[in-house]
């Protein structure tokens, strides 16, 4: 192409498998709501410093579940949108090859 136009491919199955582990991942977190207690002995810094996460946890959670629903609802997007686009273009190109409008 020496427009300088790019050519573009889509992966659909890349798409959905990103779409699919998101909302995996989304629905996972959702039905997680607990850690472990645990120590790591000898080392009191990294016991007291996952003790401080434990305390932390639903705030995490909430925001990694929240990260990874809009991750899946963008993913889903835009295999929609692509998918919308082949249809139209696939509809244009063959009515203008028949005449049609």
């Known amino acids: 192409m020496s427009s300088g136009a790019e050519v573009v491919h889509v992966a659909y199955a890349t798409l959905e498998t990103l779409y699919f582990h998101?909302?995996?991942?989304a629905d996972g977190l959702e039905e997680c709501s607990q850690l472990s207690e645990l120590e790591f002995s000898p080392n009191d810094a990294v016991t007291d410093a996952y003790r401080g996460y434990l305390g932390e946890w639903s705030k995490h959670r909430e925001s990694l579940q929240q990260g990874l629903n809009a991750?899946?609802?963008?993913?889903?997007?835009?295999?929609?949108?692509?998918?919308?686009?082949?249809?139209e273009l696939i509809s244009k190109l063959t009515s203008e090859g028949t005449g049609e409008d």
Do not use: G, H, P, Y
């Open 22 to 25: 998101a909302r995996t991942a």
């Open 71 to 87: 991750t899946a609802l963008a993913c889903q997007a835009i295999l929609d949108s692509f998918k919308n686009i082949e249809v």
